[in-house]
């Protein structure tokens, strides 16, 4: 297998991740309201809006790096093959 392959499987790996991330994120904002009025009968909405915060925060750092990491891959792929492609044009002539 050559590095070029091996890159592509752990871009790729990696890239689900933060597909699946992105997704649970999306999945988290739909339950996410932007203002309640509550009085104290309705405590437990607010817990939940609470919680639902925590792990927005919780997430929100590992998609920025893991997307930061699959776009710095995806370059490093693309240089790589444009690289071998070249050495392997100069060889031919």
């Known amino acids: 297998m050559s590095p070029v ?13 933060l ?9 988290l ?3 996410e309201d932007d203002s309640i009025f509550l009085n104290e009968s309705e405590s437990q909405m607010e817990k ?4 639902i915060i925590k792990k927005m925060n919780k997430i929100t750092p590992i998609v920025k790096v893991l997307g930061a990491l699959s776009g710095a891959m ?13 050495m392997a044009s100069t060889t031919l002539q």
């Open 5 to 17: 392959a091996g890159l592509l499987i752990a871009w790729g790996i990696l890239t689900g991740i």
């Open 19 to 27: 597909i699946i991330l992105l997704i649970y994120k999306s999945t």
């Open 29 to 31: 904002t739909m339950h």
């Open 48 to 51: 939940d809006q609470v919680e």
């Open 74 to 86: 995806i370059l490093l792929i693309a240089g790589l093959f444009i690289y071998n492609g070249l």
